[in-house]
């Protein structure tokens, strides 16, 4: 609370100092200087003149311990000419400092010399004091007037003391006279420094200007001495700031291992230290005890011993006890041995049979398959020495093994079960064929009379004779057990199906030949017969309905009663909208359906002969109708499109069931004579047997042929079904049913023959049975007809 | 009701094996100590059933490791001692960077040993199973025991692997275990019989080093496998050796003791000894037991059982006299042919054995003696030849041992063009393989042998060979009599003119004779042609499962049959080339 009171006092008396106008000379410490003006360092002239008095004192100063009263005359005496005015000023500072102490004094007429006097008389006593309280009582106050207290050179524990702000920066007193606090807590007013122009003209003037530093802390103005700048400049230069200072001085040793000069302490050793310690005692003791009786070993032992144990190697022992019990210990679960190499054969041996040398070629294939990383048969090429000297050593030998090391840790491990059956044994265990006979083994009977291919066959109801149809044109009528053509009938086109009325009484037979159906009357065999059929169909029959348009437009009846076609036995003509590619009677052999690939929702007619009509019994297509059979027991029909086929009933005008066959193009269909069984050839090289009653989806695929099927046929009697195909080949099967539900066909391939040629990829394209007999016929490209029995 | 959905891959395939990083991330290893990790303790990648489940689904192919082997190796013990050899190995860079040689040497000079004992003893749970897999085991310690001093292989390595070696090698001529041997372009093959473990191993041929190429060869693997393989053969040795009752380390018998008077080295004496192979080993027991050999017994057993075990018994007989096959025999080795695996296989058999004194040390008698039957030479001509002794090369020995009996010497002597070196490995009961004749030979000759013992009753083909001699004498002897009869019937003929009309009848009667019926000749193709084409029709009804397989044996079955097929071919030829020569 006293404080802004005390600065007030002060800024009075700063300002009578300031009229005084004197500036105070003070020596700045090093440090200060340094540590906060680098500018007025390199403002230093470079070759500043070095005051060898002053130099000299510093010395001494720090040679010698300084007189007290040796000191106060020295000071006196070399201060003289440049402190004069600083006395002044500092005898200023003093009277305005004793202000508050001594008030009175102020009031004296003529202070000022008296109290220099006074001062002066008492400095010896003051110093005295300085140094007994030399904390509590600050520099300034102390210093006698007219005595420079820097001039024995600075110390930096004086110059702290000056002021108590602390270490602070200066700046926050820019607003203030004063700069800081002294001891006694009063004001440090800032010394006046006049404007730029007494600046300038000090400048000019002052010949120790350059020398001048200020102080920041007491915003004094110092002249550094010779000394000082001496220092500067050397700590500029990066040399050691004493002169004095020997670097290379030789090292005086005080105390070493060797030297024992100076004790390390001051004190003597203890008492103690002389006697032995009984703690240690007790450790040797023990450790004495512990060799004597060999639980401890010396270095040197141990040593020798390492090396002992460094030389023998690796210490084995009894590892396992027995040779076949296991200890219980945790192991590598599921271990998979690693199988071991396979042992050389002939071949590498150092002298093999010679047949075992590479040849030229094999060489060859051996230089082009090194580098694949196929399996190859050899991973080298085996040689031949004449003896056993000239056998070199191997050179992939060290690769091999690491391949083998590596094989061991980094290929993957697992138990694969080997196949030790031999292929025979994958082949199912059939009946022999020759305790299924009786079924075709000889190709027997060649008929030979068509010029092109003959696309179908077929053999009269009585089984004595035969009918073909050829691509030239002619249907031929032959007599099966002499082969003899008995007649032949030309037709214009390509006769495409020939179909015989299996009824016993009549004697006709239905060609498809283009988009017409032809009933010919063939006039073999029974005479009755003939003349029977021909007075049956004489006339068109009286129609009592009038035909849709839709099958007016499909196809038409012509009865022919003369003429060159009536010649050759033509009876009726069916005159279609498409080409008709295949004709088939019903059994009772009233009806016969002619099928048109092209005809759409028309593509299968039902003529009926009793009554000189034709149905359409499809309003709908479903696809390309490839082909169509009669049921043989009951009122259905089978329609078979590309892919599947269908049942239809055609009591009920439904369809009963679609059959799924999974196969690409279906060629032909046949039902078996029980109705139950169903096979479809495909091209597709494959031969379907259906079960209607087991499923949709066929009960056994056999691929029987390497190439596309083109017919099957089931024997009417026996057994047996045969499949024909481009791969110029005729199968014969035995397929057994089994009035038992639970017994399933038994199949078994009988035969394969091979007797027609192969004519632009077509080979076989026909397969018909003989009705009693278990013979077959095949038609083929090359317009020959077999029969084997 | 329904649970909670379970995550997929958390049982089954998915949940039972992890990839190698999962792994590597599991134990906190390096790939390097992973890997090393692997290889001692022998855990392999698996591969699963379904790729696809096992990776979780991921593509590709990944290294998988069973889970719970992965678990197994967490308590491994000796993970810790990697991680003390990487913070040693890091001390030690680090004492080099600063320049502490002296602390670099002092840690180098204290490795961290891993001891591997616990491991042998967790891999192998029985001796027998030790055997079984000691094939790779010798074949890389003898390959090893051959290799200099190189980078990543420790120093001491070589030897202790030459050591065990010649350990094993001394402990199979005591019991007399070996059973094959072969000479290859690869080095030697030995196959021994242990504890009726059959053990194969390749010696290399000499010089067998050479420097790889980083990439060809890593050898800090190989050795990782040897640092393994050494524990286990010295366990395996320890125990042969103290069943045989044999000091382990083993002990040769002092022949001259005062050779070894004056020398600085005993030990190097005692192991140079120890690998000449040529001393008898010294047993622990001083009695000693000579060869008891239990013989097979013999039970009253039938049909199939029986066959068994009298090819039992035929066995048992020849390796009993494999064992003494050379014994009584003085051979002498001439200094070109290789040492070591000739006297292994010749004390193996019993046969005594030295050679040049310079050559090594261990040789027992000079060339000069008298008594030596056999020298092995392996050089066009010799200069100077001892008329009481045979010269072969040294195929003989080889040859020998895989016929079991000594084979004629004409053969091999010295400059003779030798016979093909066959393998004794080749399994003679494929029938679908190729056999050279020489091994048909050799087959043969075992089998007269067989059948010589066997003569005493009589062969059963002979009887039917009788058999169809008798037929045949019958034929013609009918014939004979027909010829006869038709001889007389002319004869009568002449007597033709004065008969009656009832000589007539009888005389027509005459005429009517029978000839002779002559066998239908059955073709003997067609019957084999019929049932091919059967056949070949039943093949096509094979199941549409097996149709694959069945084709892909087929397909194995025909290669097979053109391989047998190019050899018979090219033995033929160079038959008919020889024909003309000579």
Same mark, same amino acid.
């Given at each position: 609370?006293?404080?802004?009171?005390?600065?007030?006092?002060?800024?009075?008396?700063?300002?009578?100092?300031?009229?005084?106008?004197?500036?105070?000379?003070?020596?700045?410490?090093?440090?200060?200087?340094?540590?906060?003006?680098?500018?007025?360092?390199?403002?230093?002239?470079?070759?500043?003149?070095?005051?060898?008095?002053?130099?000299?004192?510093?010395?001494?100063?720090?040679?010698?311990?300084?007189?007290?009263?040796?000191?106060?005359?020295?000071?006196?005496?070399?201060?003289?000419?440049?402190?004069?005015? @600083?006395?002044?000023?500092?005898?200023?500072?003093?009277?305005?400092?004793?202000?508050?102490?001594?008030?009175?004094?102020?009031?004296?007429?003529?202070?000022?010399?008296?109290?220099?006097?006074?001062?002066?008389?008492?400095?010896?006593?003051?110093?005295?004091?300085?140094?007994?309280?030399?904390?509590?009582?600050?520099?300034?106050?102390?210093?006698?007037?007219?005595?420079?207290?820097?001039?024995?050179?600075?110390?930096?524990?004086?110059?702290?003391?000056?002021?108590?702000?602390?270490?602070?920066?200066?700046?926050?007193?820019?607003?203030?006279?004063?700069?800081?606090?002294?001891?006694?807590?009063?004001?440090?007013?800032?010394?006046?420094?006049?404007?730029?122009?007494?600046?300038?003209?000090?400048?000019? @003037?002052?010949?120790?200007?350059?020398?001048?530093?200020?102080?920041?802390?007491?915003?004094?103005?110092?002249?550094?001495?010779?000394?000082?700048?001496?220092?500067?400049?050397?700590?500029?230069?990066?040399?050691?700031?004493?002169?004095?200072?020997?670097?290379?001085?030789?090292?005086?040793?005080?105390?070493?291992?060797?030297?024992?000069?100076?004790?390390?302490?001051?004190?003597?050793?203890?008492?103690?230290?002389?006697?032995?310690?009984?703690?240690?005692?007790?450790?040797?003791?023990?450790?004495?005890?512990?060799?004597?009786?060999?639980?401890?070993?010396?270095?040197?032992?141990?040593?020798?011993?390492?090396?002992?144990?460094?030389?023998?190697?690796?210490?084995?022992?009894?590892?396992?006890?027995?040779?076949?019990?296991?200890?219980?210990?945790?192991?590598?679960?599921?271990?998979?041995?690693?199988?071991?190499?396979?042992?050389?054969?002939?071949?590498?041996?150092?002298?093999?049979?010679?047949?075992?040398?590479?040849?030229?070629?094999?060489?060859?294939?051996?230089?082009?398959?090194?580098?694949?990383?196929?399996?190859?048969?050899?991973?080298?090429?085996?040689?031949?020495?004449?003896?056993?000297?000239?056998?070199?050593?191997?050179?992939?030998?060290?690769?091999?093994?690491?391949?083998?090391?590596?094989?061991?840790?980094?290929?993957?491990?697992?138990?694969?079960?080997?196949?030790?059956?031999?292929?025979?044994?994958?082949?199912?265990?059939?009946?022999?064929?020759?305790?299924?006979?009786?079924?075709?083994?000889?190709?027997?009977?060649?008929?030979?009379?068509?010029?092109?291919?003959?696309?179908?066959?077929?053999?009269?109801?009585?089984?004595?004779?035969?009918?073909?149809?050829?691509?030239?044109?002619?249907?031929?009528?032959? @007599?099966?057990?002499?082969?003899?053509?008995?007649?032949?009938?030309?037709?214009?086109?390509?006769?495409?199906?020939?179909?015989?009325?299996?009824?016993?009484?009549?004697?006709?037979?239905?060609?498809?030949?283009?988009?017409?159906?032809?009933?010919?009357?063939?006039?073999?065999?029974?005479?009755?017969?003939?003349?029977?059929?021909?007075?049956?169909?004489?006339?068109?029959?009286?129609?009592?309905?009038?035909?849709?348009?839709?099958?007016?437009?499909?196809?038409?009846? @012509?009865?022919?009663?003369?003429?060159?076609?009536?010649?050759?036995?033509?009876?009726?003509?069916?005159?279609?909208?498409?080409?008709?590619?295949?004709?088939?009677?019903?059994?009772?052999?009233?009806?016969?359906?002619?099928?048109?690939?092209?005809?759409?929702?028309?593509?299968?007619?039902?003529?009926?002969?009793?009554?000189?009509?034709?149905?359409?019994?499809?309003?709908?297509?479903?696809?390309?109708?490839?082909?169509?059979?009669?049921?043989?027991?009951?009122?259905?029909?089978?329609?078979?499109?590309?892919?599947?086929?269908?049942?239809?009933?055609?009591?009920?005008?439904?369809?009963?069931?679609?059959?799924?066959?999974?196969?690409?193009?279906?060629?032909?269909?046949?039902?078996?004579?029980?109705?139950?069984?169903?096979?479809?050839?495909?091209?597709?090289?494959?031969?379907?047997?259906?079960?209607?009653?087991?499923?949709?989806?066929?009960?056994?695929?056999?691929?029987?042929?390497?190439?596309?099927?083109?017919?099957?046929?089931?024997?009417?009697?026996?057994?047996?079904?045969?499949?024909?195909?481009?791969?110029?080949?005729?199968?014969?099967?035995?397929?057994?049913?089994?009035?038992?539900?639970?017994?399933?066909?038994?199949?078994?391939?009988?035969?394969?023959?091979?007797?027609?040629?192969?004519?632009?990829?077509?080979?076989?394209?026909?397969?018909?049975?003989?009705?009693?007999?278990?013979?077959?016929?095949?038609?083929?490209?090359?317009?020959?007809?077999?029969?084997?029995? | 009701?329904?649970?909670?959905?379970?995550?997929?891959?958390?049982?089954?395939?998915?949940?039972?094996?992890?990839?190698?990083?999962?792994?590597?991330?599991?134990?906190?290893?390096?790939?390097?100590?992973?890997?090393?990790?692997?290889?001692?303790?022998?855990?392999?990648?698996?591969?699963?059933?379904?790729?696809?489940?096992?990776?979780?689904?991921?593509?590709?192919?990944?290294?998988?490791?069973?889970?719970?082997?992965?678990?197994?190796?967490?308590?491994?013990?000796?993970?810790?001692?990697?991680?003390?050899?990487?913070?040693?190995?890091?001390?030690?860079?680090?004492?080099?960077?600063?320049?502490?040689?002296?602390?670099?040497?002092?840690?180098?000079?204290?490795?961290?040993?891993?001891?591997?004992?616990?491991?042998?003893?967790?891999?192998?749970?029985?001796?027998?199973?030790?055997?079984?897999?000691?094939?790779?085991?010798?074949?890389?310690?003898?390959?090893?025991?051959?290799?200099?001093?190189?980078?990543?292989?420790?120093?001491?390595?070589?030897?202790?692997?030459?050591?065990?070696?010649?350990?094993?090698?001394?402990?199979?001529?005591?019991?007399?275990?070996?059973?094959?041997?072969?000479?290859?372009?690869?080095?030697?093959?030995?196959?021994?019989?242990?504890?009726?473990?059959?053990?194969?191993?390749?010696?290399?041929?000499?010089?067998?080093?050479?420097?790889?190429?980083?990439?060809?060869?890593?050898?800090?693997?190989? !050795?990782?496998?040897?640092?393994?393989?050494?524990?286990?053969?010295?366990?395996?040795?320890?125990?042969?050796?103290?069943?045989?009752?044999?000091?382990?380390?083993?002990?040769?018998?002092?022949?001259?003791?005062?050779?070894?008077?004056?020398?600085?080295?005993?030990?190097?004496?005692? !192991?140079?000894?120890?690998?000449?192979?040529?001393?008898?080993?010294?047993?622990?027991?001083?009695?000693?037991?000579?060869?008891?050999?239990?013989?097979?017994?013999?039970?009253?057993?039938?049909?199939?059982?029986?066959?068994?075990?009298?090819?039992?018994?035929?066995?048992?007989?020849?390796?009993?006299?494999?064992?003494?096959?050379?014994?009584?025999?003085?051979?002498?080795?001439?200094?070109?042919?290789?040492?070591?695996?000739?006297?292994?296989?010749?004390?193996?058999?019993?046969?005594?054995?030295?050679?040049?004194?310079?050559?090594?040390?261990?040789?027992?008698?000079?060339?000069?003696?008298?008594?030596?039957?056999?020298?092995?030479?392996?050089?066009?001509?010799?200069?100077?030849?001892?008329?009481?002794?045979?010269?072969?090369?040294?195929?003989?020995?080889?040859?020998?041992?895989?016929?079991?009996?000594?084979?004629?010497?004409?053969?091999?002597?010295?400059?003779?063009?030798?016979?093909?070196?066959?393998?004794?490995?080749?399994?003679?009961?494929?029938?679908?393989?190729?056999?050279?004749?020489?091994?048909?030979?050799?087959?043969?000759?075992?089998?007269?042998?067989?059948?010589?013992?066997?003569?005493?009753?009589?062969?059963?083909?002979?009887?039917?060979?009788?058999?169809?001699?008798?037929?045949?004498?019958?034929?013609?002897?009918?014939?004979?009599?027909?010829?006869?009869?038709?001889?007389? !019937?002319?004869?009568?003929?002449?007597?033709?003119?004065?008969?009656?009309?009832?000589?007539?009848?009888?005389?027509?009667?005459?005429?009517?004779?029978?000839?002779?019926?002559?066998?239908?000749?059955?073709?003997?193709?067609?019957?084999?042609?019929?049932?091919?084409?059967?056949?070949?029709?039943?093949?096509?009804?094979?199941?549409?499962?097996?149709?694959?397989?069945?084709?892909?044996?087929?397909?194995?079955?025909?290669?097979?049959?053109?391989?047998?097929?190019?050899?018979?071919?090219?033995?033929?030829?160079?038959?008919?080339?020889?024909?003309?020569?000579?």
């Amino acid at each position: 609370m006293v404080m802004p009171e005390l600065s007030k006092k002060r800024k009075q008396s700063s300002l009578e100092k300031s009229q005084l106008g004197d500036e105070k000379k003070k020596v700045v410490s090093l440090k200060d200087v340094v540590g906060e003006s680098d500018d007025l360092i390199s403002s230093l002239p470079e070759d500043g003149v070095v005051d060898s008095d002053v130099s000299d004192d510093s010395s001494e100063d720090e040679d010698e311990p300084v007189d007290e009263d040796e000191f106060n005359e020295d000071s006196e005496s070399e201060g003289d000419e440049d402190l004069n005015s @600083e006395i002044d000023s500092d005898e200023l500072e003093w009277e305005s400092e004793n202000e508050e102490e001594e008030s009175s004094q102020e009031s004296d007429g003529d202070p000022e010399k008296e109290d220099a006097v006074e001062i002066k008389s008492k400095n010896g006593i003051e110093k005295s004091k300085i140094g007994l309280r030399k904390e509590g009582v600050p520099g300034t106050s102390t210093q006698p007037p007219g005595e420079d207290e820097y001039a024995e050179g600075d110390t930096s524990d004086e110059e702290d003391i000056r002021n108590t702000v602390g270490n602070i920066p200066i700046n926050w007193y820019d607003e203030f006279d004063h700069i800081g606090y002294d001891w006694d807590g009063r004001k440090i007013l800032k010394p006046e420094h006049g404007d730029q122009l007494d600046e300038f003209l000090k400048k000019i @003037e002052d010949p120790d200007f350059w020398r001048k530093v200020r102080n920041v802390q007491t915003g004094q103005d110092v002249v550094l001495s010779d000394k000082d700048i001496n220092q500067i400049k050397r700590l500029e230069s990066h040399k050691i700031p004493d002169e004095a200072f020997d670097d290379y001085a030789p090292w005086i040793e005080w105390f070493s291992s060797e030297v024992l000069e100076m004790p390390l302490r001051k004190f003597p050793e203890h008492k103690k230290s002389f006697l032995p310690s009984k703690d240690e005692m007790k450790k040797v003791s023990k450790y004495v005890h512990a060799l004597k009786m060999g639980w401890m070993k010396t270095r040197k032992a141990m040593k020798a011993k390492e090396k002992k144990e460094k030389q023998k190697g690796p210490q084995f022992y009894l590892l396992w006890k027995t040779d076949d019990v296991a200890d219980e210990m945790r192991r590598i679960e599921n271990h998979i041995p690693a199988p071991k190499r396979p042992l050389p054969n002939h071949s590498e041996s150092y002298n093999p049979p010679e047949e075992y040398l590479f040849n030229e070629q094999e060489m060859r294939k051996w230089n082009r398959e090194r580098k694949s990383l196929g399996n190859k048969k050899l991973h080298f090429v085996p040689q031949k020495f004449n003896s056993l000297r000239q056998v070199p050593a191997y050179k992939r030998f060290i690769r091999e093994r690491f391949m083998r090391c590596l094989d061991l840790y980094m290929c993957p491990r697992a138990i694969k079960m080997k196949l030790t059956i031999e292929p025979e044994e994958l082949v199912p265990q059939l009946p022999s064929p020759a305790d299924l006979q009786p079924f075709p083994t000889t190709a027997s009977i060649y008929y030979k009379g068509h010029t092109d291919m003959v696309r179908s066959i077929s053999v009269d109801p009585t089984g004595q004779f035969m009918a073909s149809a050829a691509d030239d044109g002619t249907v031929k009528f032959w @007599e099966i057990s002499t082969g003899r053509c008995l007649r032949t009938a030309t037709f214009s086109g390509t006769a495409r199906c020939v179909a015989w009325n299996p009824s016993s009484q009549m004697s006709l037979v239905a060609v498809a030949v283009d988009r017409k159906v032809y009933l010919v009357n063939p006039r073999i065999g029974c005479q009755d017969h003939i003349d029977q059929t021909d007075e049956l169909l004489d006339k068109r029959p009286y129609q009592d309905k009038v035909t849709p348009p839709r099958v007016e437009a499909a196809v038409q009846w @012509e009865y022919l009663s003369e003429g060159e076609l009536h010649e050759q036995g033509v009876l009726i003509v069916l005159n279609h909208f498409k080409e008709v590619k295949q004709v088939q009677w019903h059994w009772k052999g009233d009806y016969v359906f002619s099928l048109m690939p092209d005809g759409e929702n028309r593509s299968i007619l039902i003529h009926q002969l009793s009554r000189g009509r034709s149905q359409t019994p499809f309003n709908r297509a479903r696809g390309l109708v490839q082909a169509a059979c009669f049921h043989p027991t009951k009122p259905y029909f089978l329609v078979a499109t590309q892919r599947n086929v269908r049942i239809y009933d055609l009591v009920k005008q439904e369809m009963v069931k679609k059959l799924i066959t999974s196969s690409k193009w279906i060629s032909d269909i046949t039902v078996h004579p029980g109705g139950d069984n169903l096979l479809i050839g495909t091209y597709d090289r494959k031969v379907l047997w259906f079960d209607l009653e087991l499923s949709t989806k066929p009960y056994k695929t056999l691929s029987l042929h390497s190439q596309a099927v083109r017919s099957v046929a089931y024997h009417k009697r026996y057994p047996l079904f045969a499949s024909v195909s481009d791969d110029m080949s005729l199968i014969i099967s035995h397929g057994m049913v089994y009035n038992d539900l639970l017994q399933n066909a038994l199949i078994v391939p009988l035969k394969r023959f091979s007797c027609h040629d192969k004519v632009n990829d077509f080979s076989l394209l026909n397969v018909t049975f003989h009705p009693q007999q278990p013979w077959v016929f095949t038609s083929g490209a090359d317009g020959n007809i077999v029969l084997y029995t | 009701m329904a649970g909670p959905r379970r995550k997929k891959y958390t049982s089954g395939e998915g949940a039972q094996y992890v990839t190698r990083a999962t792994a590597m991330r599991a134990l906190q290893l390096s790939l390097k100590d992973f890997r090393r990790l692997c290889i001692l303790k022998g855990i392999y990648p698996r591969e699963p059933r379904n790729r696809k489940k096992a990776q979780k689904g991921a593509t590709g192919i990944k290294t998988l490791y069973n889970k719970k082997d992965i678990r197994f190796l967490l308590h491994e013990p000796i993970i810790w001692k990697f991680r003390e050899q990487k913070t040693v190995g890091r001390k030690i860079g680090r004492a080099k960077a600063l320049k502490e040689y002296s602390e670099a040497k002092h840690l180098m000079n204290k490795p961290v040993l891993i001891k591997l004992d616990h491991i042998v003893k967790e891999r192998y749970p029985t001796f027998i199973d030790a055997l079984r897999d000691m094939d790779d085991c010798l074949t890389l310690c003898h390959l090893f025991s051959t290799f200099p001093s190189i980078r990543h292989i420790p120093r001491d390595q070589s030897t202790l692997c030459r050591r065990l070696m010649l350990e094993f090698m001394q402990a199979v001529i005591y019991s007399k275990a070996l059973r094959k041997v072969f000479i290859s372009i690869k080095g030697y093959y030995f196959q021994v019989e242990i504890k009726g473990q059959l053990i194969t191993w390749i010696m290399p041929h000499q010089f067998s080093f050479e420097p790889q190429t980083k990439e060809d060869v890593d050898f800090r693997i190989m !050795s990782t496998f040897v640092q393994f393989y050494i524990v286990l053969l010295g366990f395996v040795n320890f125990r042969l050796y103290h069943v045989m009752n044999l000091h382990y380390p083993p002990r040769v018998r002092r022949v001259e003791e005062t050779e070894g008077t004056d020398l600085v080295d005993k030990m190097a004496l005692q !192991s140079e000894r120890i690998a000449a192979l040529n001393y008898p080993l010294v047993s622990t027991t001083t009695s000693i037991a000579e060869e008891e050999e239990t013989a097979l017994d013999k039970f009253e057993l039938d049909g199939n059982e029986a066959s068994k075990m009298e090819k039992a018994y035929i066995e048992a007989d020849k390796i009993q006299k494999l064992k003494t096959l050379f014994k009584g025999m003085k051979v002498f080795l001439n200094r070109e042919v290789p040492r070591e695996p000739l006297v292994f296989i010749l004390r193996c058999f019993g046969a005594e054995i030295s050679w040049d004194k310079k050559l090594f040390v261990g040789a027992t008698f000079e060339e000069s003696d008298e008594t030596i039957t056999h020298q092995v030479v392996d050089r066009p001509q010799i200069e100077r030849q001892y008329i009481s002794r045979y010269y072969v090369q040294p195929q003989w020995v080889f040859d020998s041992v895989n016929a079991r009996e000594l084979l004629p010497v004409e053969r091999y002597f010295i400059g003779a063009v030798l016979p093909p070196h066959l393998s004794p490995f080749v399994d003679e009961s494929k029938t679908e393989a190729y056999h050279p004749p020489e091994e048909q030979q050799l087959f043969s000759n075992n089998e007269n042998e067989n059948e010589e013992e066997e003569e005493i009753t009589p062969a059963p083909p002979k009887i039917t060979t009788k058999e169809v001699d008798v037929s045949t004498k019958s034929i013609s002897s009918i014939q004979k009599s027909i010829n006869d009869s038709e001889e007389s !019937s002319s004869e009568e003929e002449d007597e033709e003119g004065d008969l009656g009309p009832e000589a007539l009848k009888e005389k027509m009667k005459m005429k009517m004779i029978v000839t002779p019926g002559r066998m239908e000749e059955k073709d003997p193709f067609e019957e084999k042609k019929k049932e091919r084409e059967e056949y070949k029709l039943r093949e096509k009804m094979v199941h549409k499962k097996h149709k694959a397989l069945y084709k892909s044996m087929m397909k194995g079955r025909a290669l097979r049959a053109k391989d047998v097929k190019v050899l018979t071919k090219k033995r033929q030829l160079i038959d008919q080339k020889k024909m003309l020569k000579s």
